[in-house]
């Protein structure tokens, strides 16, 4: 499986991004797919997740401003930002693995910058 990772750039605090991860491959369903995000000097941190069956899962600092979907026909996983903070700043990958709340990475994209700042 490949991913590449679109969507990402500047945006001022409290607007919107969608980034987008197209995959290649016949078995993209089968996956859980998940959005991660990783700053200088913190660990990588699972942001979104969504099983094969639509099931999702959002850490904390995310949840109820970023939704995760998945169109299983195109391959493509989405994560829709809302109301971005400043401390959203950060490469943005997409991964596709098992689990969900404690998912376990097996492919990655090459990830995408995100920088919310005014």
């Known amino acids: 499986v490949q991913l590449v990772e679109s969507g990402g750039g500047l945006v001022q605090p409290g607007g919107s991004l969608r980034l987008s991860c197209a995959a290649s491959?016949?078995?993209?369903?089968?996956?859980?797919m998940g959005w991660y995000r990783r700053t200088p000097g913190k660990q990588r941190e699972l942001v979104a997740a969504?099983?094969?069956?639509?099931?999702?899962h959002y850490s904390d600092s995310v949840k109820g401003r970023f939704t995760i979907s998945r169109d299983n026909a195109k391959k493509t996983v989405y994560l829709q930002m809302n109301s971005l903070k400043p401390d959203g700043t950060a490469v943005y990958f997409c991964?596709?693995?098992?689990?969900?709340?404690?998912?376990?990475?097996?492919?990655w994209g090459q990830g995408t910058q995100v920088t919310v700042s005014s």
């Open positions: 491959g016949s078995i993209f369903s089968i996956y859980t």
């Open positions: 991964s596709a693995g098992f689990g969900l709340a404690t998912m376990e990475g097996r492919y």
């Open positions: 969504i099983t094969q069956g639509g099931s999702t």
